[in-house]
């Protein structure tokens, strides 16, 4: 077996991935039509590079494996090393990422590796001479080091296309032109950025090899791709999915059905992960311990793998979870979509939708009632890039702290990306939607008060290393209706906002009925599967997957409890807001500022959804009697009663929240004085929206106290401290903010 996740079946056939498919059902012709459909869909969105474009590619890329050759025999010269030993002295470029793996747009940047000899240091050579170098290049702008980060990096701009630099030095003299980075003795001998450098590489080339077919994977990956930007489930950082995670998730598809067209896989990969059972763990292939003894992921035996609530895990090794990032809100959130995916594409199913309707962009500033906003300023260029890159970094904090301290009642959707407010100098904002929890009784007058929490990331925010004076970030909170214009395109303000909370709780026939007429107004080209033809695939399938449900695994996985999931666009009944900007210092001298979220009567539970259907208590060697949908659904109970099966993300703190326990220790053993100054209103007059008399109030806190009212809660100055030795700002005074969810059935009831 040349190529690893490669497997036996029981009559000689050989599969990629660590179970058998689902379908070996090959395409009708009916795929073969709309599956060129969608090619054309993809080409007509712009999602493909010129030729033109292409060649400045290769151009850049045969460029700066030049470059990076020149510079090896620098230093080398520079290092006293004799004639011979310069000339034989090399390094090499490997590309990585989205252009490697063959889906990349255009203007998109190419992630690249410089594999150079042991002799070539990280910091002094590659971060000082190569940049160096670079820097004197006309061909090279906007050259921005980021030698701290977890994976340090080189980026800037040659001619025009973006880079994206990583270094990996190598415990080798001499770097050969043939170089194999796919073998694990590579890492030998080297440290934790090389390995991490190298992985990435290591990881894609990996993907290749173990997808059934390379040009189905890449169609499918590119539309998947164009979807999760347009729904706003792409981003990392942000804790949604990026594209290596999408390669994943899509590459499993693809061994699941190794015979379908990409018009299938698409509509395969909605159907599994809606029904996945997270956090069991999506593999290309089993996990490897290696010679090497890294650390691989493995949640039985690493306490802090079991945090993971999404593992996607990297086929190389060593093998890792692509998706430490996601958080208990974005997966909510990724599940609804994988959920409306598969409602769409069973619309499609029936010609009563169509590709518009999937790519249909999320109105995340329509589909809640109130934000945080995260503004940041700098001086300069340059320390906004750096600041931007740090705090976006941290951002994933501000999400865990308020799922943490509010128990998981408020649920966060951070928007993965910035927006910049040009009537500023070097500013970037970013936002947050919150909601509370649906389908949970709410208790008279609970409130969450998630004012430390926000005095904690700012804390931490404030405590990089490399701050600067003039980097500054505030968190403000802002109602729907005061969204800055600067968001939206052009500056102008949609004139009528569309009413999200009510199509998004429609079911899915009602979405069809409603799609049925909006697809002359959208111009597009419906892509529906002809009923003949589909009803002719389903047998193929049908006598494929009587196969795999007459498998040797009898006992089905037990049930596991799963987060409630709510249709994304859902909010609460109605929001209140109200605006105090009373003083709450005793001493007179400042305004402090609280944001708290309240929830007031009780908000129906409506139609909850599911990362999956609750296990069945059916042998999966029963007979075959259920249709294909059903006998899927088995195979992907079966597929997940792995090795991993029994693992359950813990609730508990993660490694990266206990550093400021601390803090939060130090607050409260000061009675709560923690000063804080840019905690901000975004409007400092004070508003009523909706004048309430609520006679008794039971106020619950973050922070696990009660009290009988507002003032007792308000706190004295508030402000976190700085750490090396950088100033603290100078205080200013604020407005306090009271943000209140209030049920709109209550509010009627007590008005009258």
């Not at 106020?699 to 696990?704: I, R």
Request: hydrophobic content about 35%; glycine content about 6%.
């Amino acid at each position: 077996m040349g190529i690893p996740g490669m497997n036996n079946q029981s009559n000689g056939k050989q599969w990629l991935g660590i179970t058998e498919p689902i379908s070996l059902a090959g395409p009708t012709e009916e795929d073969v039509t709309k599956t060129h459909e969608l090619e054309k869909y993809l080409q007509g969105a712009g999602l493909y590079e010129s030729q033109q474009e292409a060649v400045g590619r290769e151009e850049v890329l045969g460029r700066l494996d030049q470059i990076v050759k020149i510079w090896v025999k620098t230093i080398s010269r520079a290092k006293g090393f004799n004639e011979q030993l310069v000339q034989e002295a090399n390094a090499k470029i490997f590309t990585f990422g989205s252009y490697r793996l063959g889906v990349h747009g255009p203007g998109a940047d190419i992630d690249t590796l410089c594999v150079g000899p042991r002799h070539a240091t990280r910091d002094e050579d590659f971060f000082g001479e190569l940049q160096k170098m670079l820097s004197e290049m006309e061909e090279v702008t906007e050259l921005h080091p980021v030698p701290d980060a977890h994976v340090p990096v080189m980026k800037f701009k040659f001619n025009g296309v973006s880079v994206d630099l990583l270094y990996a030095r190598l415990a080798l003299w001499v770097i050969p032109e043939d170089l194999d980075i796919s073998q694990e003795s590579i890492l030998q001998n080297v440290d934790e950025q090389t390995v991490l450098s190298l992985n990435g590489c290591r990881v894609t080339d990996q993907v290749l090899r173990l997808v059934p077919n390379i040009q189905n994977f890449r169609t499918t990956l590119r539309f998947m791709r164009f979807w999760a930007k347009r729904r706003g489930v792409y981003s990392n950082v942000a804790g949604f999915l990026g594209g290596i995670n999408l390669a994943l998730l899509v590459g499993r598809i693809c061994q699941l059905y190794p015979n379908a067209l990409p018009n299938m896989l698409v509509s395969r990969f909605f159907r599994v992960y809606t029904q996945w059972r997270w956090p069991n763990p999506v593999m290309l292939c089993a996990i490897e311990e290696g010679s090497l003894g890294l650390s691989v992921w493995d949640p039985r035996r690493n306490p802090r793998d079991r945090y993971h609530l999404m593992p996607i895990i990297t086929p190389a090794y060593p093998c890792m979870n692509s998706t430490y990032n996601v958080t208990t809100s974005t997966l909510r959130i990724m599940s609804d979509e994988f959920k409306r995916g598969t409602e769409i594409c069973e619309a499609m199913e029936a010609s009563k939708a169509d590709w518009d309707t999937l790519f249909e962009p999320y109105p995340f500033f329509e589909a809640y009632k109130n934000y945080l906003q995260i503004d940041i300023t700098a001086e300069n260029p340059d320390d906004l890039r750096q600041w931007k890159g740090w705090v976006e970094s941290r951002l994933r904090q501000l999400t865990l702290k308020i799922e943490k301290y509010t128990y998981g009642m408020l649920q966060c959707h951070p928007y993965p990306g910035e927006f910049s407010d040009k009537s500023r100098s070097f500013h970037q904002c970013y936002f947050m939607g919150l909601q509370r929890k649906q389908g949970v009784p709410v208790s008279e007058g609970e409130q969450f008060d998630i004012r430390q929490t926000v005095e904690e990331f700012k804390h931490n925010v404030n405590a990089y290393t490399a701050w600067k004076p003039g980097m500054d970030i505030r968190v403000s909170h802002v109602k729907r209706r005061n969204i800055p214009n600067f968001i939206f395109p052009g500056g102008v303000r949609p004139s009528v906002p569309s009413r999200v909370n009510g199509e998004n709780r429609r079911s899915s026939k009602s979405r069809v009925a409603g799609q049925s007429q909006s697809e002359k107004s959208q111009g597009g080209k419906a892509v529906v599967l002809g009923a003949d033809d589909e009803r002719k695939r389903k047998r193929l399938e049908d006598n494929n997957n009587s196969r795999v449900s007459k498998s040797s695994a009898s006992v089905s996985p037990p049930n596991r409890n799963v987060p409630e999931d709510r249709n994304p666009f859902s909010a609460t009944s109605s929001c209140s807001m109200k605006f105090d900007d009373s003083e709450v210092n005793s001493m007179g001298d400042q305004k402090s500022e609280k944001l708290c979220l309240k929830s007031v009567g009780e908000i129906p539970a409506g139609d909850s959804v599911t990362n999956g259907s609750a296990t069945d208590n059916k042998q999966l060697d029963a007979p075959d009697t259920s249709n294909t949908k059903e006998e899927e659904r088995l195979a992907i109970e079966h597929i997940m009663a792995g090795p991993y099966e029994a693992h359950q993300a813990l609730t508990e703190e993660p490694d990266e929240l206990e550093q400021d326990m601390g803090y939060r220790n130090q607050v409260n053993d000061n009675g709560g004085s923690v000063k804080s100054n840019n905690f901000d209103s975004s409007n400092p007059n004070p508003v009523v929206v909706e004048d309430q008399v609520i006679s008794k109030e039971t106020v619950c806190s973050t922070h696990s106290f009660c009290n009988g009212g507002l003032e007792e809660l308000e706190p004295a100055e508030l402000t976190a401290p700085l750490f090396c030795g950088i100033p603290a700002p100078v205080p200013q005074k604020k407005p306090l903010i009271r943000l209140n969810f209030t049920s709109l059935g209550k509010a009627v009831n007590k008005s009258t």
